[in-house]
């Protein structure tokens, strides 16, 4: 099955700066890669998402990269600010079982002020 | 955007009991639900996928006697964990996709339950 891997579990960044968060997968049939952002408590709300035939999107301040060939998408976040903290995840899709996701470990990205 | 609700948002049960959670799409038909566990500082393990009108399909490890799913309906799904024990405590998060053609998951806002 889907093996995905993120890095790093944790980021800690100033407000301002950038982050930049990694995934690799495993099953070269998936086909979709959502990103996720999840509060303490709360449920994952999705923040941007790629499909296999598109390289690089774009919403605003947040931006993720695919290479199917290497199998890794990047979620980067630029000028970050305190009310980006949260936990991240990356996730694949091969569109089979439902569109079932497989989920990387996470990241705690924390921005200080 | 299209809602998923959980209920109950939280609950405490004591040692042996059972305990059922909800999964609902209240603006859109779902024929297939998944329930993910979450323990803290970790992330969403997928237990099982629930179908409608047919038996769930579970993931490695997980045990179905334990872990009921009934999904009696295209907008409702129930996981109920049965003779819930302390490890059984962590945070319930159900999903859906709105169609067969979207990728696109919608999570419910997950249930905290936790096994005295």
């Known amino acids: 099955g889907e093996n995905v891997e993120q890095h790093p579990s944790t980021l800690s960044v100033q407000e301002g700066d950038s982050a930049v968060i990694k995934c690799t997968y495993s099953?070269?049939?998936?086909?979709?890669f959502p990103w996720y952002k999840q509060e303490l408590g709360k449920r994952p709300q999705l923040i941007i998402d790629i499909r296999s035939n598109v390289g690089e999107k774009k919403d605003q301040r947040i931006a993720v990269t695919l290479n199917k060939t290497a199998k890794h998408f990047s979620l980067h976040i630029t000028e970050t600010q305190p009310e980006d903290s949260a936990v991240y995840f990356c996730a694949a899709s091969t569109g089979n079982a439902g569109n079932m996701l497989t989920f990387g470990g996470g990241t705690r990205l924390m921005v200080k002020p | 955007g299209a809602v998923v609700s959980q209920h109950p948002s939280r609950v405490i049960c004591k040692s042996g009991t059972s305990v059922k959670i909800e999964c609902r799409s209240l603006d859109f038909q779902a024929t297939t639900m998944f329930w993910y566990r979450q323990f803290p500082k970790q992330s969403l393990m997928l237990m099982a996928t629930s179908n409608e009108g047919s038996k769930a399909t579970y993931e490695q490890g997980v045990e179905k006697d334990k872990f009921l799913i009934n999904h009696a309906s295209l907008t409702l799904s129930t996981l109920t964990v049965t003779s819930a024990h302390p490890e059984d405590s962590s945070f319930y998060i159900c999903s859906a996709p709105t169609s067969g053609l979207s990728y696109e998951q919608y999570f419910g806002p997950g249930t905290r339950l936790t096994v005295t």
């Open positions: 099953d070269s049939a998936s086909n979709y």
